[in-house]
């Protein structure tokens, strides 16, 4: 089966999860397509279980990732970062940018679940899937004329794709996941012990109130696939070079976990926290934009942004901490206070130079998995029963 088309994206929204009427869209935020998801290929619907070629699995996935790179770049207004309205607080990066950069990924995606497909966590595969990566930044790279659009995502969706393909490559003729017991044991447990700590900080839903929120199905669809791709990143990647990004200096700096610590973490700003905020705001009515909006506000509010950290310092990550906090206060981005407090925060960051990239990154990741779940990683289709 031929690897679906990408849609075309600049105009309107490529996947959306929005049904909202026209009056029922808040101002001053790009409204979603009103028509209902859909896949580009009617035909990939039906997923593994109808006997998809494992090809056309591994392109769904690739496409998923993809969509959701383009759902956050295009998701507007968001607080200093690339939208419809501008570049934000980035000089080298715009909406078309953005764009180019996540279409020129999808071989670099389809790539990272056809490795993983049929294999387990091992320090093989992670160091198969490191390699694959670096080649896709090279790709990205060329995409955007020396733009680093989406380093982090690679990271952070890119081990979630495989945790994706290794469901699929995991599932029984019954369609149940086997799991695997070839996890670092020591890592995998003291990340669980932290994702622990991040739930109850965070008095984000844990796997109780997630079942009741989202059904059992979709949160244990979502919680293995971010465990697998957590096993994979306690491996280590045995051919990196030393790392010199801004991500890794302000790490280092500032002692925080960063993007690396997010994933061996099991993503809990995903799983925890995006997810979470983003099914509370549909579920309490909120048009889609603003729930992806609430999502991202709910990741910046607790997250040690190494963007943020290396743009601004300290000043920087409290201005975004707090101003996140403060929408959300105010009944999030879809009330009239919180749609003024989040324009007050553009303001602050565009005023420090400072952008949230690694929460954008985190809503892609989440918008990934939200997708895996409505739409199926390649087996049936799960719902959140929201």
């Not at 790539?111 to 080649?135: F, N, V």
């Not at 096993?231 to 925080?256: K, L, M, N, T, W």
Request: charged share 15%; with cysteine.
């Amino acid at each position: 089966m031929a690897t679906p088309a990408l849609m075309p994206v600049p105009a309107t929204r490529a996947l959306s999860g929005s049904s909202a009427r026209a009056d029922d869209v808040m101002p001053g935020v790009t409204p979603a397509a009103s028509r209902p998801v859909r896949v580009a290929d009617a035909g990939l619907k039906s997923g593994l279980n109808a006997g998809l070629e494992t090809g056309a699995a591994d392109a769904r996935l690739a496409w998923f990732a993809v969509n959701a790179l383009i759902e956050e770049a295009q998701l507007t207004p968001k607080p200093a970062l690339v939208d419809r309205r501008g570049s934000g607080a980035h000089r080298d990066l715009n909406l078309d940018t953005m764009l180019r950069s996540a279409q020129a990924l999808e071989p670099t995606f389809a790539a990272l679940s056809r490795a993983a497909r049929h294999s387990a966590p091992s320090a093989t595969l992670r160091t198969e899937l490191a390699q694959i990566g670096r080649a896709g930044e090279q790709a990205m790279m060329h995409a955007t004329g020396g733009s680093n659009a989406h380093r982090g995502a690679i990271w952070i969706v890119g081990l979630l794709v495989a945790g994706a393909a290794l469901v699929d490559g995991g599932r029984t003729t019954q369609g149940r996941y086997v799991q695997r017991d070839v996890q670092p044991a020591a890592s995998h447990a003291t990340a669980a012990g932290r994702f622990q700590a991040l739930t109850q900080m965070t008095g984000a839903i844990g796997a109780s109130g997630a079942a009741a929120t989202a059904g059992t199905a979709g949160f244990d669809l979502a919680s293995t696939v971010c465990a697998l791709a957590a096993q994979i990143a306690c491996f280590p990647d045995r051919f990196a070079a030393p790392s010199d990004s801004h991500g890794e200096r302000a790490r280092q700096r500032y002692q925080v976990g960063g993007a690396r610590r997010e994933a061996q973490d099991g993503f809990p700003h995903v799983a925890a926290v995006g997810l979470p905020a983003l099914l509370k705001a549909r579920a309490n009515g909120a048009p889609e934009d603003a729930a992806r909006l609430d999502a991202l506000l709910a990741i910046m509010a607790s997250l040690d942004d190494t963007c943020l950290l290396h743009r601004a310092g300290l000043p920087g990550l409290q201005a975004g901490q707090q101003g996140a906090r403060a929408v959300l206060e105010l009944g999030g981005s879809s009330t009239a206070a919180g749609r003024a407090a989040l324009a007050e925060l553009d303001r602050t960051l565009l005023s420090l130079n400072a952008s949230p990239g690694g929460a954008a990154d985190l809503l892609a990741a989440t918008l990934f998995i939200d997708m895996l779940v409505r739409l199926g990683t390649g087996g049936s289709q799960v719902s959140w029963k929201i």
